[in-house]
């Protein structure tokens, strides 16, 4: 989706690496919504960020995984020592104003090898 | 607990036909809205139409309506006139609008449509 753009569209990485996933939403907007979606799943809530803020992280699992969104930059998610059950597409969402739908980016497809 | 629930994990629809995809959803709140998305094979996630609700005609966006019964808790996705490219993965989501929901939102499993030729 060209209104928020996430990067890499696709990342491998071997069993113990570490995973950046990185999402910019659309010019204007401080918030972003990251999802996880297995295989032949639909998608579940991980984190709610604000800028230099987490405000709901009760989707992220408590351990190798971190969120941030910095003052400058993208929003990071940040996956830890991952291992093949990390293995989904992430994708982040915000929320443009005036409208009720979600955008969603292109998502990133990580496979852990 | 919320939860929204899609029954049909595949459907199958001759093209230039109507199709429902059918959606329920479980919450104790009473204001809250209501969600489809398309997700194709190039896997990106499309929002297609939004149920308020409070709202009380159902939604309608070009071929695509929603047939909100709300004492029945369901959201049913009404396709008109399916064309080949309607074919991909469809998504039930809810989000609570206030209380300890930040806004995100909650999906089903999906329905997988195939238009047939």
């Known amino acids: 989706n060209a209104g928020v753009m996430q990067n890499p569209r696709h990342l491998v990485r071997r069993r113990g690496q570490e995973a950046r996933l990185r999402c910019s939403p659309m010019?204007?907007?401080?918030?972003v919504y990251w999802y996880r979606q297995l295989p032949e799943e639909g998608l579940k809530f991980m984190v709610y960020?604000?800028?230099?803020?987490?405000?709901?992280e009760s989707g992220m699992p408590k351990e190798r995984f971190s969120a941030e969104f910095p003052k400058e930059g993208p929003s990071i998610l940040r996956i830890q020592q991952v291992v093949r059950g990390d293995s989904a597409a992430y994708f982040c969402?915000?929320?443009?104003?005036?409208?009720?739908?979600?955008?969603f980016g292109s998502g990133t497809r990580l496979t852990v090898v | 607990a919320q939860k929204i629930t899609q029954t049909q994990p595949g459907m199958f629809v001759q093209e230039k036909e109507a199709v429902t995809l059918d959606c329920t959803y479980d919450?104790?709140?009473?204001?809250?809205?209501l969600f489809w998305y398309k997700q194709p094979s190039s896997g990106e996630m499309i929002f297609l139409i939004y149920?308020?609700?409070?709202?009380?005609q159902n939604a309608t966006e070009g071929r695509y309506s929603l047939n909100f019964q709300k004492a029945r808790k369901s959201a049913n996705l009404v396709i008109s006139a399916s064309q080949l490219g309607d074919s991909a993965m469809y998504f039930c989501?809810?989000?609570?609008?206030?209380?300890?929901?930040?806004?995100?939102?909650?999906f089903g499993k999906g329905t997988k449509l195939s238009v047939k030729p």
């Open positions: 969402a915000t929320r443009p104003a005036g409208s009720y739908g979600y955008t």
């Open positions: 010019k204007g907007h401080s918030h």
């Open positions: 960020l604000q800028k230099e803020n987490i405000i709901d």
């Open positions: 919450t104790s709140d009473q204001s809250y809205g």
């Open positions: 149920q308020g609700s409070y709202d009380e």
């Open positions: 989501a809810m989000r609570a609008n206030y209380g300890g929901s930040q806004g995100n939102l909650i």
